[in-house]
Structure formats: structure tokens, C-alpha cells
């Protein structure tokens, strides 16, 4: 049996996670997205991946990409279950296993409270059945198309001015002085996380509808085009603004339906106030995405109530 290696103590070369992730999943390795999420997270300057070569094949790999998380208003370490693969050749040895409960117990020994991620249908079977995942929400597709979008329904909101462009650095810097959500659990979206995650994402450009009246910032909608339809990545908004947030948002949703003629997908907490308005103005549930849940080293914070729980687009590696 081999041992398991480490990449912060021999880092492995790319061209060997490449040739195993076109066998694993039959598509080509994005070095750049790797090297982005792995070799350049602002948040660690460890890298945490542990392989297993045999006969100079990477015969298993498992990877996290640390973040932080509010909980309370504390902050805490928390990874992002990111790359998990076996060639083809080495699977049914249990080396998916070893490998994630080995790096587990390094995340825990550097004050991680916990591992969470998307997982697909694929793989979640395995993260609940071996590695004590706790699943928080199935997701699904939540979207509304510009003509079954209720119209009749939205708020007359005088003095707002809606600018879309490209992302930059000031869209960011603005976004900080907003919030993202009032829920007991948020991840990081502090300048630091949002330059890095949407500003210097290497596959994937980005844009924003900055709302706006004259004396007041109400909110940002961070979004990306795919498909033909608008994913909204993330939305923040001026606790402070006489517009309730959630009119601000659905007027948002409105200007990128009317504008782009297209329709909007996001991801809202089943149990929110803003769901409900969401489906109230169309929003519906369709095809399934992947499974949202945490695996938690430490009974505290508590991290299990899924009703607790803010997330979009922004916290998956897919998007």
C-alpha cells in the first residue's frame, strides 16, 4: 500500500492530476481554475490536497479550499469540499475514503470547524454513508422566465437608476459598506473573498446591477451570463435604505428580465422570507442541481440547521 502524500509537503504535478481527471470524469483538467482556487486562495497559505501515487499514476486525490464563515458575527475556518477523484483503475479500493477522513484530521488539528460542498449525484452517497456528511438542502434549479414573471405584482419605486457593467474593483469596494444577509450562518464576503472569487476568477467573467437613487447605494446584483439565462451569483444590500430589500431585489430581477429577455436562476434558502416573495413573483423549483450539506468537526457553532444557513451560487465551484 502506498503512503499518502501531501501537496504542501511534495506538491504533484499538474500533468498527473490531469491525465487522472480525464480518465475520472472525461473532461479536460482547467490548470488555470486550479492554480486559482488551490495554489492562490488568499484565505491559507497551506494547501490542502492528499493523493496517492502508484507506479507514478495519481491513483486517488482529494482536495479542500479553505474559506471563512460568520457565524454569529464570529468568524471561523471552514473548507469547501472542492476535487474529489480516483482513475478508474484504483477504484473500489477505498482510497476516496482514506483519503478524506486523513485530510479531515489535518483540517481539525489546524482549527477547521467543519467541511461543506455541493455534491453530486455521484458522490453523495459516499460522503453520507462514509464521511458523516449531514445534508442541508436538495437544490434545484430556482428560476422564473421573463414572461411568467408577475409584473402586475411589483412596487412603483421612484428615484432608482439601475447601471449595469462589467465587474471591477470599485463595484467591490462599494459591496463591502452592504450585507448579504440577517441569517445566523454567512460565509465570507468580505473584499478579500469577492476580488478573488468573481474578480480574479480565471473561467468565468462577471457583472453587476448597481441600484442606486440619487443620495443612496440600495443594493449590488453580482451575475454572470450562462446559457442564455442570468445565474445571480450573489446579491447585497443598504440595511439602511427606506426600500425593503427584498422590493429592491424583485425590481432588480425585473430590470434583467425587461432588459436581457432572458430568464433568472438563484439560490434562496427554502425557509426564507425571500423564497416565498420569489415564488410569489414566479420563481419555481425544477430539475435538480446537487445536494447542499456539511461535514462538522465541532458541535460548535452549529452548523446543522439548514434553516440557519445563507448560500447562492457564489459558495459552489460550479458556477
Not at 495519481?58 to 479542500?64: K, N
Not at 434583467?256 to 420563481?283: A, D, P, Q, R, Y
Amino acid at each position: 500500500m502506498e503512503n499518502i502524500l501531501y501537496y504542501y509537503d511534495k506538491p504533484l504535478e499538474p500533468t498527473l492530476i490531469a491525465k487522472t481527471f480525464q480518465k475520472a470524469f472525461g473532461v479536460e483538467f482547467n490548470v488555470k481554475s486550479w492554480e486559482w482556487r488551490f495554489l492562490n486562495n488568499p484565505f491559507t497559505d497551506k494547501v490542502y490536497i492528499n493523493y496517492l501515487k502508484v507506479d507514478n499514476v495519481l491513483a486517488s486525490y482529494y482536495a479542500v479550499s479553505p474559506v471563512n464563515l460568520i457565524v454569529d458575527g464570529k468568524t471561523y475556518k471552514i473548507a469547501l469540499s472542492n476535487m474529489t477523484m480516483t482513475h478508474p483503475d484504483y477504484q473500489g479500493k477505498g482510497y476516496f475514503k482514506m483519503l478524506a477522513n486523513d485530510l479531515f484530521g489535518k483540517l481539525k488539528e489546524d482549527g477547521f470547524v467543519g467541511v461543506f460542498g455541493f455534491a453530486n449525484q455521484n458522490s453523495h452517497y459516499g460522503f453520507r454513508k462514509n464521511l458523516g456528511w449531514i445534508d442541508l438542502a436538495g437544490l434545484n434549479s430556482f428560476s422564473v422566465d421573463k414572461n411568467d414573471f408577475r409584473l402586475n405584482l411589483l412596487k412603483n419605486i421612484e428615484g432608482v437608476v439601475y447601471t449595469e457593467s462589467s465587474l471591477n474593483l470599485s463595484h467591490i469596494q462599494k459591496a463591502k459598506e452592504l450585507i448579504c444577509s440577517n441569517q445566523k450562518i454567512v460565509p465570507d464576503r468580505s473584499e478579500n473573498f469577492l476580488s478573488w472569487r468573481l474578480l480574479k476568477n480565471p473561467s468565468n467573467q462577471y457583472h453587476t446591477l448597481v441600484v442606486e437613487s440619487e443620495n443612496e447605494l440600495k443594493g449590488i446584483v453580482f451575475f454572470k451570463f450562462y446559457n442564455g439565462s442570468i445565474d445571480i451569483m450573489e446579491w447585497v444590500y443598504n440595511t439602511q435604505s427606506e426600500i425593503d430589500q427584498h422590493d429592491t431585489l424583485i425590481k432588480a430581477i425585473s430590470h434583467l428580465l425587461t432588459k436581457h429577455n432572458t430568464s433568472v436562476n438563484i439560490w434562496s434558502n427554502l425557509h426564507s422570507k425571500e423564497h416565498l416573495l420569489l415564488e410569489k413573483f414566479g420563481f419555481k423549483e425544477s430539475n435538480f442541481l446537487t445536494y447542499f450539506g456539511v461535514i462538522p468537526f465541532v458541535s460548535e457553532p452549529v452548523l446543522t440547521n439548514s434553516r440557519d444557513w445563507h448560500y447562492r451560487f457564489i459558495d459552489s465551484d460550479v458556477f
